[in-house]
C-alpha cells in the first residue's frame, strides 16, 4: 500500500508538471489575444479621430514638386475638336487660377498634374513693380495679358542666348542661371479652339520657353549652370540658424 501510494504521488506530480505550464501557456495566450483586441481597437479610435487623407486626382490645385514622375513625362497633344469640353477646360481654369494664387507667371498642365500640351502665362503690372528700372530694361520685361497655349510649337527667330536666373513653382524655393532663346515664335490654340502666332522677345520669351519645356518633361535644372543653383532663402537660413 505504501508503494502504491508513493507511486501515486509520483504520478500526481509528474502530471501536475506538464498540466500546470500548458495551463499557464493558454492563459497568456489569453491575456495576449485580449491586451492585442484592445491595442487594435484603440488604434482604429486614434485613426478614426484623424483618418487618412486619399491622395487628390488631377487637375489639382497645388503645383507637382520635383520628383513627380508627371514632370518627367512629355504631354500629350489635345483633341482640337474637344478643346471646349468641360474636362480641359476646367484644366485651363484651375491652371489660370494656381497659378494667378501663387503670383507665378507661367504654368503649365503637368504642374498640376494634368498630362496635355497647355500652359498659360501672364506678366502683370504687379510682377513689373517686383524689378527695378534698371532691371526691367535690362531683362527686357514686358507686360503680357493673360494667354492660354493648347498644343503649342516653338521656333527659334533669334539664335542669341541671353542668361539670367530663373525660377520654378515646382523646384519649390530655388533658382539658377539659364540660357535662354533672345527671341522665338510660338503657334498655338487659345482656350476657345481660334488658332494664333505670337512672335515674342525679352522676358516673355524666357516664360514660353520654360513652359514649353514642361510639356516636353524637362525642368530648367537639365539646362541651368550647375554652379549658380542656390536656395533663395539662403541668407536667412543663416539669420535664423535653421531652415
Known amino acids: 500500500m505504501l508503494l502504491l501510494g508513493k507511486m501515486q504521488f509520483l504520478f500526481a506530480n509528474s502530471v501536475k508538471s506538464i498540466v500546470k505550464p500548458r495551463i499557464r501557456y ?44 508627371i514632370l518627367r513625362t512629355a504631354a500629350l497633344q489635345v483633341d482640337i475638336n474637344k478643346i471646349n469640353n468641360m474636362e ?38 504687379w510682377h513689373m513693380n517686383n524689378y527695378t528700372s534698371l532691371m526691367q530694361e535690362h ?21 542669341n542666348v541671353v ?29 476657345t479652339g481660334k488658332a494664333f502666332v505670337w512672335r515674342v522677345s525679352g522676358w516673355p520669351a524666357r516664360i514660353v520657353q520654360h513652359e514649353m519645356d514642361h510639356l516636353r518633361g524637362k525642368m530648367y535644372t537639365d539646362f541651368m549652370q550647375g554652379k549658380t543653383f542656390q536656395y533663395d532663402e539662403w541668407h536667412r537660413v543663416n539669420i535664423r540658424g535653421k531652415l
Open 139 to 159: 531683362r527686357e520685361l514686358k507686360l503680357v495679358p493673360l494667354r492660354v497655349f493648347v498644343n503649342p510649337k516653338l521656333t527659334v527667330v533669334n539664335n
Open 88 to 125: 480641359i477646360q476646367t484644366v485651363i481654369s484651375t491652371m489660370k487660377s494656381v497659378m494667378q494664387s501663387s503670383g507665378a507667371v507661367g504654368l503649365s498642365a503637368p504642374q498640376i498634374g494634368c498630362r496635355v500640351q497647355v500652359f498659360c502665362m501672364e506678366f502683370t503690372p
Open 26 to 69: 493558454c492563459f497568456e495566450q489569453n491575456n495576449y489575444l485580449k491586451t492585442w483586441k484592445i491595442t487594435n481597437k484603440f488604434l482604429e479610435f486614434y485613426q478614426s479621430l484623424w483618418p487618412m487623407k486619399t491622395p487628390k486626382k488631377p487637375p489639382y490645385h497645388h503645383v507637382c514638386q520635383i520628383g513627380d514622375p
Open 163 to 191: 542668361i539670367f536666373n530663373e525660377g520654378c513653382l515646382s523646384v519649390c524655393g530655388f533658382s539658377a542661371d539659364v540660357p535662354r532663346y533672345q527671341e522665338v515664335e510660338v503657334t498655338a490654340y487659345d482656350e
